[in-house]
T-cell receptor, first 114, second 112 residues
Framework: AQTVTQSQPEMSVQEAETVTLSCTYD???????LFWYKQPPSRQMILVIRQEAYKQQNATENRFSVNFQKAAKSFSLKISDSQLGDAAMYFC???????????FGKGTRLSVIA | DAGITQSPRHKVTETGTPVTLRCHQTENHRYMYWYRQDPGHGLRLIHY???????DKGEVSDGYSVSRSKTEDFLLTLESATSSQTSVYFCAITGQGFEEQFFGPGTRLTVL
C-alpha cells in the first residue's frame, strides 16, 4: 500500500518570503499522480498543483512550484512571495493511475507572518 | 466549482442514533468518494463508488455503510453513531480529466 509522509506538522514564513513544504511517499508503482491541496479555515479543499510521475518537468502554478524527485520519492511544494492568504493546512496526496482514491499525508499547517 | 454539495453541513447527534450524510453532484461523474478528516490523520478513505450500486471499502470503513442508487447521489450511513465518528466528512468526485479529485464543502458531525 502507498503511504505519504509530511514530516513538518507546522511551518511559518514571513510575508513575501519563500517557504518549502516537504512530502515523501512510498510506492512500488512507476506511473502515478501527486497533488498538493490547500485547506484554508473555510475547510474547503482546494487543489494547488499536480504532477504526473511520467513527466520529468516540475509543475508550476504562478507562485507555487514543486520539486519532484522520482528516484528519491520526494515531492516538495515551494511557495514564493508568500501572502497572508496562503495561511492554511497543506496536504500532499498520492494517486495511482486510474480512478483510484487519494492517499493523503497528515498535513502541514502554514502560518504567514505579516 | 465542481458542482458538489453535501448535506447537512453540520450535525450534532447522540451515541447510538443512525445518521445519513448525503453527497450530491451535478457533473455526472462515475467515481465518488467519502473521506473523513481528523486532526493528526489527514484525510482517510471510508468508502468509494465506481458506479451506480458499485461500491468498495476504504481504509476506515468499519461502522459505515454507503449506497448509490443513482449517479448523482452517494449516501454515507452511520448505523449507530459512536463518539469516535465525530469528524469532518468530505465527499469527492473525480474530475473530467480523471486526474484530480474535487471536494465538497464538508460536513462537521459531532456525536455526543
Amino acid at each position: 500500500a502507498q503511504t505519504v509522509t509530511q514530516s513538518q506538522p507546522e511551518m511559518s514564513v514571513q510575508e513575501a518570503e519563500t517557504v518549502t513544504l516537504s512530502c515523501t511517499y512510498d510506492t512500488s508503482e512507476s506511473d502515478y499522480y501527486l497533488f498538493w491541496y490547500k485547506q484554508p479555515p473555510s475547510r474547503q479543499m482546494i487543489l494547488v498543483i499536480r504532477q504526473e510521475a511520467y513527466k520529468q518537468q516540475n509543475a508550476t502554478e504562478n507562485r507555487f512550484s514543486v520539486n519532484f524527485q522520482k528516484a528519491a520519492k520526494s515531492f516538495s511544494l515551494k511557495i514564493s512571495d508568500s501572502q497572508l492568504g496562503d495561511a492554511a493546512m497543506y496536504f500532499c496526496a498520492y494517486r495511482s493511475r486510474g480512478n483510484t482514491p487519494l492517499v493523503f499525508g497528515k498535513g502541514t499547517r502554514l502560518s504567514v507572518i505579516a | 466549482d465542481a458542482g458538489i454539495t453535501q448535506s447537512p453541513r453540520h450535525k450534532v447527534t447522540e451515541t447510538g442514533t443512525p445518521v445519513t450524510l448525503r453527497c450530491h453532484q451535478t457533473e455526472n461523474h462515475r467515481y465518488m468518494y467519502w473521506y473523513r478528516q481528523d486532526p493528526g490523520h489527514g484525510l482517510r478513505l471510508i468508502h468509494y463508488s465506481y458506479g451506480v450500486k458499485d461500491t468498495d471499502k476504504g481504509e476506515v470503513s468499519d461502522g459505515y455503510s454507503v449506497s448509490r442508487s443513482k449517479t448523482e447521489d452517494f449516501l454515507l450511513t452511520l448505523e449507530s453513531a459512536t463518539s469516535s465518528q465525530t469528524s469532518v466528512y468530505f465527499c469527492a468526485i473525480t474530475g473530467q480529466g480523471f486526474e484530480e479529485q474535487f471536494f465538497g464543502p464538508g460536513t462537521r458531525l459531532t456525536v455526543l
